[in-house]
């Protein structure tokens, strides 16, 4: 067995790879629409296939408690090459509308077995230390999704044609799922789960310390991807009210997004000296400020201070994601940590959808107010942590 410490950059390696799956499809869209004559409403319905996808497979995996009661090492090997065909399906010539959200559905499933699962294999190596274990993980995550556009522009003026992006994005999820299987064991933390139990998933809940951490995550979760989907949309629509604004927004909203995989990291530190449940929440705190700062920021001329603004909210929103993963495994207990982790991960997805799905209505009514409605999501996760008889 590999030392854990040595564990760590493979699972870590691993995540990032397959997660470059999540957003391939987005990284090719306007190649889509000229391909397979879409409509402009495609984007949308594309990206929300996947989240779809996710949760319904984070759902089953939960209420089969897969990741508890089989190795997690070959669950996350197998969703990682299911994954990789299926999004590997995209460049085929046939394709339609019908059949592409098809794909990236089970490409969303797929990414069930890999995300929350390669939490759960962490949380089998690290028991001390496991807070600075998820923020590598969350981290990866968090470059894993921006590497497809990166990989699409790295070469300079020509791009790559977008086939070599999804098949390169599947390859990297080939390679992370046989480093999984191939050099990642049973965890020494890890107590198998014999048989299914169908409360399984419904007794996650009756710990209140796990419920409030649950709680925390979900109006994180509340903020985060809505704030990720509107960067570019922040970006496009300031050099729109300030035209002397000069500066390049597919490139920052790498920058804005990107940065919060370095967040994760340090956060992880920082909390093995503050503790997690402080750090997490001055996080979400923070964040929760920046919602309700960012309609003055947004009516300034100044295009330097929106976009340090938006690098130190993108720094914020995102920090305290591994941490609350923490908090959930630590109070989970043993043999349904898998499950725990899977289902507070469907239901923060959940939670993403109707935030995006409301801030996109709202804003095409009040464009820069909206997104102060952000700021509810990190309210309610603060209640939910400082509740009292819940000891974090």
């Known amino acids: 067995m590999q030392p854990a410490k040595q564990i760590l950059p493979l699972i870590v390696f691993s995540q990032f790879c397959c997660t470059s799956l999540w957003f391939a499809g987005n990284a090719v869209m306007p190649e889509l629409y000229l391909n ?52 590997l399906g995209i460049v085929l010539e046939n394709n339609n509308l019908n059949s592409l959200l098809l794909l990236r559905f089970l490409t969303g499933f ?33 470059l894993g999704t921006a590497f497809p556009h990166f990989l699409k522009t790295f070469t300079g003026t020509e791009n790559l044609p977008w086939r070599y992006v999804i098949i390169a994005t599947s390859g990297f999820a080939f390679l992370g799922g046989f480093l999984i299987f191939l050099f990642v064991p049973n965890g020494p933390f890890r107590k198998a789960k014999g048989k299914f139990k ?133 109070n989970a207990p043993p043999e349904i940590k898998g499950t725990a982790l899977t289902i507070v991960n469907s239901i923060g997805f959940a939670i993403t959808i109707v935030s995006i799905q409301l801030i996109t209505y709202l804003n095409q009514l009040e464009p820069v107010y909206s997104l102060s409605l952000l700021a509810i999501g990190p309210a309610l996760g603060l209640w939910g942590l400082f509740q009292k008889k819940v000891q974090l």
């Open 110 to 142: 797929s990414l069930a077995g890999i995300y929350p699962v390669g939490m759960k294999i962490a949380a089998d190596y690290y028991d001390m230390g496991l807070g600075k274990s998820l923020g590598y993980l969350v981290g990866a995550l968090v």
């Open 198 to 330: 169908v409360d399984a998933v419904f007794s996650v809940f009756k710990n209140k310390n796990l419920l409030s951490a649950a709680f925390g995550y979900f109006g994180h979760m509340w903020e985060l991807y809505t704030f990720w989907a509107f960067v570019p949309i922040i970006l496009a629509t300031y050099k729109i009210s300030f035209p002397e604004s000069n500066f390049d927004i597919p490139f920052w909203s790498f920058i804005i997004i990107g940065i919060g995989g370095l967040s994760c990291v340090l956060g992880g530190y920082i909390s093995e000296i503050a503790g997690i449940k402080r750090t997490a929440a001055t996080a979400l705190l923070l964040s929760g400020l920046c919602c309700i700062i960012f309609p003055f920021i947004f009516l300034q001329p100044s295009a330097t201070i929106l976009i340090s603004f938006l690098c130190f909210w993108g720094i914020m929103v995102v920090a305290d994601s591994p941490l609350f993963s923490t908090l959930v495994a630590r």
């Open 36 to 87: 397979f004559n879409l409509q402009d409403e495609a984007l949308g319905h594309l990206t929300s296939a996947v989240q779809f996808g996710f949760i319904l497979g984070t759902l089953i995996f939960a209420f089969l408690s897969l990741a508890d009661r089989f190795p997690p090492s070959k669950l996350f090997f197998i969703s990682a090459v299911f994954g990789a065909i299926f999004n």
